[in-house]
Structure formats: structure tokens, C-alpha cells
Nanobody, 124 residues
């Protein structure tokens, strides 16, 4: 059983930075990927960034110059460093994990394991 836990969401002002943390437990195969998704009110859940246990990182175009994903360890602690936050970054941020998906960011259906989400609000 793979468990996923996120933390770090907060209320911040535009232009500020925030770091989210995701901890994943229970991988059993030799490959895995951990990703961040977000879902704003009234919108579909969208991928933000992903990192495999082999170090391959992928970003959504909307965040690639402001967000950085980093990872430590096979079982996975993953951080999402978000800089120069904007009001349109406001969303619930979810951490997701999978042991098979290997074709970039993917979509919600490509990941088997999910955390409960953490709220990020960017507002003055």
C-alpha cells in the first residue's frame, strides 16, 4: 500500500514564495514517479510538475520558470518550491504517485495514489 501525505499550504501575498512537501511511503517496484497537481475552484485538476526516482523532472509550461520540484530518496520526499506566486496559482495542491507512469506529466487518471491535498491561496 502506497501512502501519500502533503503539507505546507498557506495564505501568501502575490510575489511571495512557498514550499510544499510530499512524503510517499510504500513503493515496492524499482521505478516510481511523484507529481504535483492542482485544482482551482470550478476547474479541472491539472498537472504541475513531476519527478521520477531516476531524476527526470517535467513541468507544466505555466510554472516552469517559477516552480522547482526536488526529490530525496527512493521512497520519496518531494518538495515543490513555488516562487513569484500569482493569484491564479490559488488552488488545492495534490501530491500523486505511481509505479508505472513514465510518459511525462500525464493526467489524473495516470496516477494510482493520491494525498488529500493542501490549500494554497495567493491574495493581497
Amino acid at each position: 500500500q502506497v501512502l501519500v501525505e502533503e503539507s505546507g499550504g498557506a495564505l501568501v501575498q502575490p510575489g511571495e514564495s512557498l514550499r510544499l512537501t510530499c512524503r510517499v511511503y510504500g513503493f515496492s517496484l524499482d521505478y516510481n514517479v511523484i507529481a504535483w497537481f492542482r485544482q482551482a475552484p470550478g476547474k479541472e485538476r491539472e498537472p504541475v510538475a513531476s519527478v521520477t526516482n531516476r531524476g527526470k523532472k517535467t513541468y507544466a509550461e505555466s510554472v516552469e520558470d517559477r516552480f522547482t520540484i526536488d526529490r530525496e530518496g527512493f521512497q520519496g520526499t518531494v518538495w515543490l518550491q513555488m516562487n513569484n506566486l500569482r493569484p491564479d496559482d490559488t488552488a488545492i495542491y495534490y501530491c500523486a504517485a505511481d509505479e508505472y507512469w513514465a510518459a511525462g506529466l500525464g493526467s489524473q487518471s495516470d496516477y494510482d495514489y493520491w494525498g488529500r491535498g493542501t490549500q494554497v491561496t495567493v491574495s493581497s
